[in-house]
């Protein structure tokens, strides 16, 4: 049989009339799906006019297009950039721009420690897989866009092609609470660097990461959320570039010609514009900013708690893609690190910083590979300010007291524990508001990837 051939569907006629109720309805469907693309897009143009690398807002990694910058501690507390950061890991961070070059990444040796490179595309899709999980050798490795097709050098271990030419590159490296693994962690950071394939000699550069200057961004909201990356009064007109980067996936055709058809009756036809413009608005109100919440969103567990099974690797769907780029973008692919999330107590009732909790862990869970924590953010998914400094709690602190039998509790509450074992296991929460927990598993074991394992309840205690 002779294989079928593609079948060619008219798609909207140029110059053709539209009412202001489909660009409405049209306007609505698109923002909701591209609004993760745009988020990404406008962050590469954020990073364009940086000049070295360095810290946004003196927090938060921030480089020219086609490089990193890393941390040597953990992240600020301060930082509005991202949600959800976690304190962990030494974060690195920069924006691809593959159109304009292929890119080196380089990898130390990392030794026992756990390290992962996240890289996604402009869909917020992993492209890539280099970590401790996947045996990744020390070495240098290539990124390039859709279309290059130049000669690999000498000395590349392997090579990762993008569907798109925009992503994102975040490394995490573990590093445990101490002044010591501090200090221990610093030679192997140093070694971590990305840069465009015209710098590439076949050795590994070394930065002084502490150095790195501070670099003035926007300014945090005065609601303490996420500096904005999506405008619904620009998002029409910075469409045409994200659709000119991310090519249809299969059978996203229509959807394109959709788009495309709608931004040029909005371009003809003012009225058409100031509805899809107002539409993007009410989007942005009704649909995407709910979506902070991640009970909104995700797969139910027991015990009220949520997990997305498909971070990094959305594909087609569109809900989840968007709901994690507002509430916690850039996450990993789920053998990478698997994420719950937690709105509410074990009977149903939101977690408020008017009252106290505690969580207990069976012995050996989070079941982990790599490390696992528990986070504690405020209703923006930002750190909460607390008289210890501490914004989470799990394998990077040693000095948590066990139960007789080897299970774990944690006291969660905004008044600091009297007795010195509580005190051990306290992570603080507000005086007031709604709050969230967030549990990472770093290369979970296949028992918390296939539901075998779900985490404890959110106790309310007196």
Not at 213 to 230: F, M, N, T
Not at 328 to 336: D, L, Q, S, T
Request: hydrophobic share 40%.
């Amino acid at each position: 049989m002779a294989p079928a051939t593609a079948v060619q569907v008219p798609g909207p006629l140029a110059g053709a009339r539209m009412t202001e109720a489909y660009a409405r309805a049209t306007a609505r469907s698109l923002y909701i799906w591209a609004w993760p693309m745009v988020n990404v897009y406008n962050r590469r143009l954020g990073m364009a006019p940086i000049k070295e690398p360095g810290r946004l807002n003196g927090a938060l990694p921030a480089a020219p297009l086609n490089r990193v910058s890393m941390l040597t501690d953990y992240v600020e507390p301060t930082e509005r950039d991202v949600a959800c950061p976690n304190q962990d890991v030494v974060y690195g961070g920069g924006a691809l721009a593959l159109d304009v070059e292929p890119v080196v990444v380089q990898v130390p040796d990392f030794g026992n420690r756990f390290w992962v490179y996240q890289i996604v595309d402009l869909r917020t899709d992993s492209f890539a897989s280099l970590g401790k999980m996947y045996r990744s050798k020390p070495g240098f490795y290539l990124l390039v866009g859709p279309d290059w097709k130049g000669t690999v050098p000498k000395g590349i271990t392997a090579v990762f092609r993008s569907s798109t030419s925009s992503g994102f590159i975040v490394p995490r490296v573990f590093m445990e609470d101490t002044t010591a693994d501090r200090a221990a962690v610093q030679p192997v950071i140093s070694q971590i660097d990305v840069y465009p394939l015209s710098q590439f000699n076949g050795t590994m550069k070394h930065v002084d990461w502490a150095s790195t200057p501070a670099i003035p961004g926007p300014p945090p909201p005065a609601d303490g959320s996420e500096a904005p990356k999506v405008f619904p009064d620009k998002f029409f007109d910075e469409l045409p570039a994200v659709l000119q980067d991310a090519r249809p996936l299969p059978g996203e055709e229509a959807l394109y010609a959709q788009a495309l058809a709608l931004i040029a009756a909005a371009k003809a036809d003012p009225a058409i514009r100031k509805a899809v413009d107002d539409e993007a608005a009410r989007t942005e109100k009704a649909v995407i900013a709910p979506l902070l919440q991640f009970h909104n969103y995700g797969t139910p567990l027991p015990n009220g708690w949520t997990v997305a099974r498909n971070g990094a690797r959305f594909g087609t769907d569109y809900f989840t893609r968007t709901a994690v780029a507002r509430s916690n973008i850039f996450v990993n692919k789920p053998n990478e690190a698997s994420y719950f999330y937690q709105d509410f107590d074990g009977a149903g009732a939101r977690l408020n910083g008017s009252k106290r909790y505690t969580i207990t862990f069976a012995k050996g869970t989070p079941p982990v590979k790599g490390f696992w924590s528990i986070t504690m953010y405020d209703g923006q998914h930002f750190f909460v300010p607390n008289p210890i400094k501490r914004f989470s709690v799990g394998t990077k602190n040693k000095d948590l007291k066990l139960n007789p039998d080897g299970s774990i509790t944690l006291y969660v509450q905004p008044d600091e524990p009297t007795d010195p074992v509580k005190r051990a296991n306290w992570l603080p929460s507000p005086k007031q508001g709604d709050f969230s927990l967030f549990i990472r598993a770093y290369w979970p074991e296949e028992s918390a990837l296939n539901g075998q394992w779900t985490p404890p309840a959110v106790q309310p205690s007196t």
